[in-house]
Protein backbone atom coordinates (compact mmCIF):
# COMPACT_ATOMS: atom_id res chain seq x y z
CA UNK A 1 0.00 0.00 0.00
CA UNK A 2 1.22 3.53 -1.23
CA UNK A 3 1.46 6.30 1.35
CA UNK A 4 -1.51 7.99 -0.41
CA UNK A 5 -3.66 4.76 -0.23
CA UNK A 6 -2.69 4.35 3.75
CA UNK A 7 -4.17 7.64 4.60
CA UNK A 8 -7.23 7.47 2.02
CA UNK A 9 -8.00 4.55 3.96
CA UNK A 10 -8.37 5.83 7.35
CA UNK A 11 -9.86 8.45 5.85
CA UNK A 12 -12.43 5.79 4.54
CA UNK A 13 -12.19 3.97 7.72
CA UNK A 14 -13.52 7.22 10.14
CA UNK A 15 -15.92 8.70 7.32
CA UNK A 16 -17.83 4.92 7.53
CA UNK A 17 -17.34 4.73 11.10
CA UNK A 18 -19.89 8.23 11.43
CA UNK A 19 -21.74 7.01 8.80
CA UNK A 20 -22.69 4.44 10.53
CA UNK A 21 -23.07 6.32 14.02
CA UNK A 22 -25.02 8.97 12.25
CA UNK A 23 -27.78 6.52 11.29
CA UNK A 24 -27.95 5.12 14.76
CA UNK A 25 -27.88 8.62 16.57
CA UNK A 26 -30.79 9.58 14.42
CA UNK A 27 -32.78 7.05 15.82
CA UNK A 28 -30.73 6.93 19.65
CA UNK A 29 -30.14 10.27 19.68
CA UNK A 30 -29.82 9.73 23.28
CA UNK A 31 -27.36 6.84 23.30
CA UNK A 32 -24.68 7.63 25.51
CA UNK A 33 -22.96 4.75 24.42
CA UNK A 34 -23.26 5.90 20.59
CA UNK A 35 -22.42 9.51 21.29
CA UNK A 36 -19.11 8.53 23.08
CA UNK A 37 -18.06 6.17 19.57
CA UNK A 38 -18.83 9.29 17.61
CA UNK A 39 -17.15 11.67 19.31
CA UNK A 40 -14.10 9.49 19.56
CA UNK A 41 -14.68 8.88 15.29
CA UNK A 42 -15.32 12.52 14.78
CA UNK A 43 -11.69 13.00 16.08
CA UNK A 44 -10.08 9.91 14.65
CA UNK A 45 -12.16 10.74 11.32
CA UNK A 46 -10.53 15.17 10.99
CA UNK A 47 -7.22 13.73 11.77
CA UNK A 48 -7.45 11.57 9.10
CA UNK A 49 -8.64 14.59 6.52
CA UNK A 50 -6.14 17.13 7.81
CA UNK A 51 -3.64 14.32 7.72
CA UNK A 52 -4.65 13.10 3.88
CA UNK A 53 -5.08 16.90 2.49
CA UNK A 54 -1.61 18.03 3.85
CA UNK A 55 -0.18 15.63 1.52
CA UNK A 56 -2.38 14.17 -1.10
CA UNK A 57 -4.35 16.99 -1.64
CA UNK A 58 -8.14 17.93 -0.91
CA UNK A 59 -11.43 15.75 -0.73
CA UNK A 60 -13.41 18.84 -0.88
CA UNK A 61 -13.53 21.88 -2.61
CA UNK A 62 -12.66 23.95 0.50
CA UNK A 63 -9.53 21.84 1.65
CA UNK A 64 -7.06 23.71 -1.68
CA UNK A 65 -4.19 24.54 0.79
CA UNK A 66 -2.00 25.94 -2.77
CA UNK A 67 -2.03 29.92 -3.22
CA UNK A 68 -1.16 29.35 -5.95
CA UNK A 69 -2.48 26.35 -7.93
CA UNK A 70 -6.11 25.11 -8.34
CA UNK A 71 -5.36 21.17 -6.96
CA UNK A 72 -9.46 20.54 -6.63
CA UNK A 73 -9.18 19.37 -10.12
CA UNK A 74 -5.75 17.14 -9.72
CA UNK A 75 -5.31 13.89 -9.38
CA UNK A 76 -7.00 10.87 -10.05
CA UNK A 77 -11.32 10.90 -9.86
CA UNK A 78 -12.32 8.31 -7.09
CA UNK A 79 -14.34 6.29 -9.70
CA UNK A 80 -11.20 4.85 -11.70
CA UNK A 81 -10.36 1.44 -10.06
CA UNK A 82 -6.30 2.97 -9.97
CA UNK A 83 -7.56 5.59 -7.61
CA UNK A 84 -8.82 3.22 -5.11
CA UNK A 85 -6.85 1.17 -2.44
CA UNK A 86 -6.59 -2.93 -3.17
CA UNK A 87 -8.02 -4.87 -0.61
CA UNK B 1 -18.86 10.63 -1.67
CA UNK B 2 -21.58 13.06 -0.18
CA UNK B 3 -22.52 14.96 2.26
CA UNK B 4 -25.30 16.54 3.28
CA UNK B 5 -24.99 20.21 4.52
CA UNK B 6 -28.33 21.15 6.60
CA UNK B 7 -28.58 25.05 4.75
CA UNK B 8 -29.94 26.65 1.85
CA UNK B 9 -28.00 27.86 -1.22
CA UNK B 10 -29.87 30.88 -1.15
CA UNK B 11 -32.55 31.59 1.70
CA UNK B 12 -36.00 31.13 0.99
CA UNK B 13 -39.05 32.48 2.89
CA UNK B 14 -42.66 32.46 1.61
CA UNK B 15 -44.98 34.23 3.76
CA UNK B 16 -48.14 33.80 1.30
CA UNK B 17 -49.51 30.38 0.03
CA UNK B 18 -50.14 30.28 -3.40
CA UNK B 19 -50.88 26.71 -4.87
CA UNK B 20 -51.37 28.19 -8.43
CA UNK B 21 -47.82 29.06 -8.45
CA UNK B 22 -46.57 25.85 -7.01
CA UNK B 23 -48.20 23.69 -9.25
CA UNK B 24 -45.88 25.24 -12.21
CA UNK B 25 -42.62 25.91 -10.05
CA UNK B 26 -42.88 22.26 -9.40
CA UNK B 27 -41.86 21.59 -13.23
CA UNK B 28 -38.16 22.42 -12.03
CA UNK B 29 -38.38 19.00 -9.86
CA UNK B 30 -38.93 16.95 -12.20
CA UNK B 31 -39.94 18.70 -15.22
CA UNK B 32 -37.61 18.08 -18.71
CA UNK B 33 -35.69 21.04 -17.90
CA UNK B 34 -35.27 20.61 -14.32
CA UNK B 35 -33.25 20.44 -11.48
CA UNK B 36 -33.31 16.63 -10.80
CA UNK B 37 -32.75 15.76 -14.64
CA UNK B 38 -29.61 18.61 -14.54
CA UNK B 39 -28.19 17.11 -11.46
CA UNK B 40 -28.49 13.39 -12.90
CA UNK B 41 -27.29 14.37 -16.09
CA UNK B 42 -24.08 15.99 -14.95
CA UNK B 43 -22.96 13.30 -12.52
CA UNK B 44 -24.05 10.73 -15.11
CA UNK B 45 -21.74 12.02 -17.58
CA UNK B 46 -18.80 12.66 -15.48
CA UNK B 47 -17.84 8.97 -15.03
CA UNK B 48 -16.77 8.79 -19.00
CA UNK B 49 -14.82 12.24 -19.40
CA UNK B 50 -11.87 11.52 -20.01
CA UNK B 51 -10.15 15.42 -18.93
CA UNK B 52 -9.88 16.25 -14.91
CA UNK B 53 -11.16 19.52 -15.03
CA UNK B 54 -14.23 18.96 -17.12
CA UNK B 55 -15.30 16.10 -15.14
CA UNK B 56 -14.46 17.88 -11.75
CA UNK B 57 -16.73 20.65 -13.64
CA UNK B 58 -19.82 17.91 -14.13
CA UNK B 59 -19.43 17.04 -10.49
CA UNK B 60 -19.43 20.44 -8.79
CA UNK B 61 -22.84 21.57 -11.17
CA UNK B 62 -24.47 18.38 -10.83
CA UNK B 63 -23.87 18.84 -7.12
CA UNK B 64 -25.28 22.03 -6.98
CA UNK B 65 -27.93 21.46 -8.69
CA UNK B 66 -28.96 18.65 -6.22
CA UNK B 67 -28.93 21.80 -4.06
CA UNK B 68 -31.32 23.41 -6.75
CA UNK B 69 -33.86 20.39 -6.33
CA UNK B 70 -33.82 21.51 -2.65
CA UNK B 71 -34.84 24.72 -3.40
CA UNK B 72 -37.17 24.16 -5.38
CA UNK B 73 -38.57 21.50 -2.81
CA UNK B 74 -38.43 24.24 0.14
CA UNK B 75 -40.59 26.82 -2.21
CA UNK B 76 -42.99 24.19 -3.30
CA UNK B 77 -43.38 23.16 0.45
CA UNK B 78 -43.51 27.08 1.77
CA UNK B 79 -46.46 27.93 -1.21
CA UNK B 80 -48.57 24.46 -0.11
CA UNK B 81 -48.09 24.16 3.69
CA UNK B 82 -50.92 26.81 4.59
CA UNK B 83 -52.90 26.21 2.17
CA UNK B 84 -56.82 25.26 2.51
CA UNK B 85 -59.06 22.37 1.02
CA UNK B 86 -61.10 24.89 -0.78
CA UNK B 87 -57.73 26.36 -2.21
CA UNK B 88 -56.30 23.91 -3.25
CA UNK B 89 -59.11 23.25 -5.26
CA UNK B 90 -59.46 26.93 -6.70
CA UNK B 91 -55.58 26.69 -7.56
CA UNK B 92 -55.91 23.15 -9.64
CA UNK B 93 -54.01 21.34 -7.12
CA UNK B 94 -56.69 19.02 -6.88
CA UNK B 95 -55.30 16.34 -9.08
CA UNK B 96 -52.03 16.24 -6.90
CA UNK B 97 -53.42 16.60 -3.63
CA UNK B 98 -55.03 13.14 -4.15
CA UNK B 99 -52.16 11.31 -5.17
CA UNK B 100 -49.60 13.04 -3.05
CA UNK B 101 -51.16 15.27 -0.10
CA UNK B 102 -48.56 17.96 0.84
CA UNK B 103 -45.45 15.61 -0.10
CA UNK B 104 -43.40 16.27 -2.67
CA UNK B 105 -42.95 14.24 -6.41
CA UNK B 106 -40.84 14.80 -9.17
CA UNK B 107 -43.12 15.82 -11.64
CA UNK B 108 -43.73 18.27 -14.85
CA UNK B 109 -46.20 21.12 -14.95
CA UNK B 110 -48.44 19.29 -16.70
CA UNK B 111 -48.50 16.30 -14.16
CA UNK B 112 -45.86 14.22 -16.40
CA UNK B 113 -43.81 12.04 -13.98
CA UNK B 114 -39.68 12.77 -13.77
CA UNK B 115 -38.11 10.31 -16.87
CA UNK B 116 -34.61 9.71 -17.33
CA UNK B 117 -35.29 10.69 -21.02
CA UNK B 118 -35.52 13.94 -20.57
CA UNK B 119 -30.96 13.54 -20.60
CA UNK B 120 -28.41 11.90 -22.28
CA UNK B 121 -25.04 10.01 -20.93
CA UNK B 122 -23.63 9.61 -24.62
CA UNK B 123 -19.78 9.23 -23.51
CA UNK B 124 -18.66 11.64 -26.19
CA UNK B 125 -17.38 15.09 -24.50
CA UNK B 126 -18.41 17.20 -27.20
CA UNK B 127 -21.14 16.10 -27.32
CA UNK B 128 -22.32 15.83 -23.80
CA UNK B 129 -21.32 19.44 -23.08
CA UNK B 130 -23.19 20.34 -26.26
CA UNK B 131 -26.33 18.95 -24.60
CA UNK B 132 -25.41 20.45 -21.41
CA UNK B 133 -24.95 23.66 -22.58
CA UNK B 134 -29.04 23.48 -24.34
CA UNK B 135 -29.85 22.34 -21.33
CA UNK B 136 -28.48 25.55 -19.41
CA UNK B 137 -30.69 27.60 -22.03
CA UNK B 138 -33.82 25.37 -21.31
CA UNK B 139 -33.88 25.99 -18.01
CA UNK B 140 -33.24 29.62 -18.06
CA UNK B 141 -35.91 29.88 -20.19
CA UNK B 142 -38.36 28.03 -18.10
CA UNK B 143 -36.96 30.16 -15.36
CA UNK B 144 -38.20 33.36 -17.48
CA UNK B 145 -41.99 31.74 -18.09
CA UNK B 146 -42.18 31.13 -14.33
CA UNK B 147 -41.27 34.96 -13.26
CA UNK B 148 -44.22 36.15 -16.52
CA UNK B 149 -46.41 34.05 -14.72
CA UNK B 150 -45.37 34.96 -10.67
CA UNK B 151 -46.15 37.99 -8.69
CA UNK B 152 -45.08 37.27 -5.63
CA UNK B 153 -41.66 39.15 -4.78
CA UNK B 154 -40.57 36.35 -2.45
CA UNK B 155 -41.11 33.80 -4.99
CA UNK B 156 -39.53 36.22 -7.71
CA UNK B 157 -36.50 37.07 -6.04
CA UNK B 158 -35.53 33.05 -5.57
CA UNK B 159 -36.37 32.21 -9.10
CA UNK B 160 -34.16 35.14 -10.36
CA UNK B 161 -31.22 33.42 -8.12
CA UNK B 162 -31.70 30.39 -9.96
CA UNK B 163 -32.29 31.71 -13.32
CA UNK B 164 -28.58 33.51 -13.16
CA UNK B 165 -27.34 30.25 -11.98
CA UNK B 166 -28.53 28.41 -15.25
CA UNK B 167 -26.31 31.29 -16.93
CA UNK B 168 -23.38 31.11 -14.93
CA UNK B 169 -23.31 27.42 -15.66
CA UNK B 170 -23.72 27.57 -19.44
CA UNK B 171 -20.78 29.80 -19.88
CA UNK B 172 -18.48 27.57 -17.30
CA UNK B 173 -19.83 24.52 -19.66
CA UNK B 174 -18.66 26.84 -22.73
CA UNK B 175 -15.23 27.55 -21.34
CA UNK B 176 -15.20 23.67 -20.81
CA UNK B 177 -16.15 22.46 -24.23
CA UNK B 178 -13.31 24.99 -25.45
CA UNK B 179 -10.97 23.02 -23.24
CA UNK B 180 -12.22 19.96 -24.79
CA UNK B 181 -11.83 21.03 -28.11
CA UNK B 182 -8.16 22.12 -27.40
CA UNK B 183 -7.07 18.67 -26.75
CA UNK B 184 -8.32 17.57 -30.16
CA UNK B 185 -7.33 17.62 -33.63
CA UNK B 186 -8.65 21.91 -34.53
CA UNK B 187 -8.43 20.04 -38.21
CA UNK B 188 -11.12 17.49 -37.42
CA UNK B 189 -12.54 17.70 -34.11
CA UNK B 190 -14.63 14.52 -35.22
CA UNK B 191 -11.33 12.52 -36.10
CA UNK B 192 -11.79 10.37 -32.50
CA UNK B 193 -14.06 9.87 -29.19
CA UNK B 194 -11.45 10.82 -26.72
CA UNK B 195 -13.90 9.08 -24.22
CA UNK B 196 -13.74 5.86 -26.38
CA UNK B 197 -10.68 5.78 -28.74
CA UNK B 198 -7.34 5.77 -27.20
Redesign the interface.
Known amino acids: MTEREKALMRVQTF?FALNEANLFLDTHPKSREALDYYHKAVKEYNDAVQTYITNFGPL??TQVLSKDTWT????C???EGECNVEI | ?W?YEKQLQYPIRIKKPDGAAAKIIITQFGGPDGELGASQRYLAQ??AMPY??V??LLT?IGTEELAHVEMICAIVRQLTKDLTVDQIEQSGLAPYFVDHTGGLWPQSAGGVPFSATTFQSKGDPITDLTEDLAAEQKARTTYDNILRLVDNPDVIDVIRFLREREIVHFQRFGEALRNVQDHLDSKNFYAINPAFDK
Not at chain 1, 72 to 75: K, L, P
Open positions: SDFWTEGMPW | MKRYNDASD
